[in-house]
C-alpha cells in the first residue's frame, strides 16, 4: 500500500516555486558511518527488508542510511506530513544485552542507549520521532513486567518498573537531561545474519507473485538495483538543508520500490525493448557470445533508469540522449563505436566498462 502523499504523475520532486525546509537539518551525531557504510553489510539488507515491509504495510515511504542514525524510515515525503522512525542496528554477539550493558559508559564515551538518544537531542526533531529502535541480533536480556513472554519487540512501558527506573536514572545523569524513553523499542530481528541476502530476495519476489501470480520476475535484479543505490546514497555524507534534495540525494523512496515493482509485475514494455535490443545488437554485428552479456548490461541499465533512478542515472540518460541527436543516419557499428568513445565524462566515469556504455546507448537509441 503506497502513501497518498507519494503517489500521482509528479514527482514529489518537482519544481513547486518554494522549497521545504528538511525536518532532519540538524548536526548529527557522527557521519563516520557514512564513509565507512561498505562494513555494515547486514545493516543495509536489514534497512531494504523493513522498508519493504513497512511500505507494504503503508507505514513507510522513504528510507535512509547512516542518516543521524543507522537506519532512518519517514512515513510520508511530504516535508509537512512525514515523522520518523530512527533505528540503531547492531550485527553480532551472542549473549543478550542486559539494561547493564546498555547504559554501561566508557571513560567519557556515551553508552548505547545514551548514544541513540542523543541523536534526537534536537527538540524539533524528537518532536517528529516516533519510535526510537535498538535493533540487535544477538537479542535482548531483560526484565519485564509480565514474566513468561519473548517478545520480538520490547517497549520502554512493558520494562519491569525498576529496571526502567535504573536506565531512566542513569541517563538522565549522563545526557543531563530527561529524555523521551517512551519512544524507546528494543527489537530482536527476523532477519538471519547468515542468509540476508537471500530473505531480502526472497521477500521481494513473495510481493512481485501478490502483485502478479503467474508472472515470473528477476527478484534477483530488482534486489541488486537496490541495495546498490541504498549503498551508494548512504556512503553520501552532506547535509542538506532542503528536504527535496535530501529525498533525492539521500534517500531510497517508495515510488522508486513501485517503480521497479510495477515494471515487473507487467514486464511487456521491458521484453519487448529486450528483443528490440537483441535484434539491434546482430544487426550491429556483435557475435552471438557478446550478445547475453550486452543484454545483462541493458537490463541493468533499463532498471536503473525506470522512474528517472538516482540522480547520476538521469544525468548519465540525458547525456546519452543528447549526445545521439546528433546522429543523422541509422545507427551502425562505426557509428555506435564512435559515440561510445566520445561519451561525456559522466558517462564513462558511472557505466565503468565499454561493454555498459554500448548497452547504454543502443537502448536509449531504440528508446528515442
Given at each position: 500500500?503506497?502513501?497518498?502523499?507519494?503517489?500521482?504523475?509528479?514527482?514529489?520532486?518537482?519544481?513547486?516555486?518554494?522549497?521545504?525546509?528538511?525536518?532532519?537539518?540538524?548536526?548529527?551525531?557522527?557521519?563516520?558511518?557514512?564513509?565507512?557504510?561498505?562494513r555494515?553489510?547486514?545493516?543495509?539488507?536489514?534497512?531494504?527488508?523493513?522498508?519493504?515491509?513497512?511500505?507494504?504495510?503503508?507505514?513507510?515511504?522513504?528510507?535512509?542510511?547512516?542518516?543521524?542514525?543507522?537506519?532512518?524510515?519517514?512515513?510520508?515525503?511530504?516535508?509537512?506530513?512525514?515523522?520518523?522512525?530512527?533505528?540503531?542496528?547492531?550485527?553480532?554477539?551472542?549473549?543478550?544485552?542486559?539494561?547493564?550493558?546498555?547504559?554501561?559508559?566508557s571513560?567519557?564515551?556515551?553508552?548505547?542507549?545514551?548514544?541513540?538518544?542523543?541523536?534526537?537531542?534536537?527538540?524539533?526533531i524528537?518532536?517528529?520521532?516516533?519510535?526510537?529502535?535498538?535493533?540487535?541480533?544477538?537479542?535482548?536480556?531483560?526484565?519485564?513486567?509480565?514474566?513468561?513472554?519473548?517478545?520480538?519487540?520490547?517497549?520502554?512501558?512493558?520494562?519491569?518498573?525498576?529496571?526502567?527506573?535504573?536506565?531512566?536514572?542513569?541517563?538522565?545523569?549522563?545526557?543531563?537531561?530527561?529524555?523521551?524513553?517512551?519512544?524507546?523499542h528494543?527489537?530482536e530481528?527476523?532477519?538471519?545474519?547468515?542468509?540476508?541476502?537471500?530473505?531480502?530476495?526472497?521477500?521481494?519476489?513473495?510481493?512481485?507473485?501478490?502483485?502478479?501470480?503467474?508472472?515470473?520476475?528477476?527478484?534477483?535484479?530488482?534486489?541488486?538495483v537496490?541495495?546498490?543505490?541504498?549503498?551508494?546514497?548512504?556512503?553520501?555524507?552532506?547535509?542538506?538543508?532542503?528536504?527535496d534534495?535530501?529525498?533525492?540525494?539521500?534517500?531510497?523512496?517508495?515510488?522508486?520500490?513501485?517503480?521497479?515493482?510495477?515494471?515487473?509485475?507487467?514486464?511487456?514494455?521491458?521484453?519487448?525493448?529486450?528483443?528490440?535490443?537483441?535484434?539491434?545488437?546482430?544487426?550491429?554485428?556483435?557475435?552471438?557470445?557478446?550478445?547475453?552479456?550486452?543484454?545483462?548490461?541493458?537490463?541493468?541499465?533499463?532498471?536503473?533508469?525506470?522512474?528517472?533512478?538516482?540522480?547520476?542515472?538521469?544525468?548519465?540518460?540525458?547525456?546519452?540522449?543528447?549526445?545521439?541527436?546528433?546522429?543523422?543516419?541509422?545507427l551502425?557499428?562505426?557509428?555506435?563505436?564512435?559515440?561510445?568513445?566520445t561519451?561525456?565524462?559522466?558517462?564513462?566515469?558511472?557505466?565503468?566498462?565499454?561493454?555498459?556504455?554500448?548497452?547504454?546507448?543502443?537502448?536509449?537509441?531504440?528508446?528515442?
Amino acid at each position: 500500500m503506497r502513501d497518498l502523499k507519494s503517489t500521482g504523475s509528479q514527482s514529489p520532486l518537482a519544481p513547486s516555486g518554494a522549497k521545504s525546509p528538511n525536518p532532519l537539518f540538524s548536526p548529527q551525531r557522527e557521519t563516520a558511518g557514512a564513509v565507512t557504510a561498505d562494513r555494515f553489510s547486514y545493516q543495509y539488507d536489514w534497512a531494504l527488508h523493513e522498508f519493504l515491509e513497512l511500505h507494504h504495510r503503508g507505514e513507510a515511504s522513504i528510507v535512509f542510511v547512516e542518516l543521524h542514525e543507522d537506519v532512518v524510515f519517514g512515513t510520508s515525503l511530504d516535508a509537512e506530513e512525514t515523522s520518523f522512525i530512527f533505528c540503531q542496528v547492531k550485527a553480532g554477539g551472542k549473549s543478550g544485552y542486559s539494561s547493564q550493558a546498555l547504559i554501561k559508559r566508557s571513560g567519557a564515551k556515551n553508552s548505547i542507549l545514551g548514544k541513540m538518544l542523543s541523536s534526537i537531542a534536537a527538540k524539533d526533531i524528537a518532536e517528529r520521532v516516533q519510535k526510537l529502535g535498538l535493533v540487535a541480533t544477538r537479542g535482548f536480556s531483560l526484565k519485564l513486567k509480565t514474566s513468561g513472554f519473548r517478545l520480538e519487540e520490547i517497549p520502554f512501558s512493558e520494562l519491569e518498573e525498576k529496571t526502567a527506573t535504573v536506565i531512566r536514572e542513569s541517563l538522565q545523569t549522563e545526557l543531563n537531561a530527561s529524555v523521551p524513553l517512551e519512544k524507546l523499542h528494543f527489537r530482536e530481528p527476523s532477519l538471519d545474519t547468515r542468509s540476508t541476502r537471500h530473505a531480502v530476495i526472497g521477500l521481494i519476489s513473495d510481493l512481485l507473485t501478490e502483485r502478479n501470480p503467474n508472472q515470473h520476475s528477476n527478484s534477483t535484479q530488482i534486489y541488486v538495483v537496490l541495495t546498490d543505490e541504498l549503498r551508494r546514497k548512504g556512503e553520501i555524507a552532506w547535509d542538506y538543508s532542503d528536504w527535496d534534495q535530501l529525498v533525492m540525494r539521500k534517500g531510497l523512496t517508495a515510488d522508486r520500490v513501485e517503480a521497479l515493482f510495477a515494471q515487473y509485475s507487467s514486464t511487456a514494455s521491458t521484453d519487448e525493448l529486450i528483443n528490440d535490443f537483441d535484434s539491434q545488437v546482430r544487426e550491429l554485428g556483435f557475435l552471438t557470445r557478446d550478445v547475453k552479456r550486452l543484454r545483462e548490461r541493458a537490463r541493468t541499465y533499463l532498471l536503473n533508469t525506470l522512474a528517472g533512478g538516482a540522480l547520476v542515472q538521469v544525468q548519465v540518460r540525458d547525456s546519452i540522449r543528447e549526445h545521439l541527436s546528433t546522429l543523422e543516419a541509422v545507427l551502425c557499428r562505426q557509428t555506435l563505436d564512435s559515440l561510445v568513445n566520445t561519451c561525456a565524462p559522466v558517462v564513462t566515469e558511472h557505466l565503468r566498462d565499454r561493454e555498459s556504455r554500448a548497452a547504454a546507448y543502443i537502448i536509449e537509441y531504440l528508446r528515442s
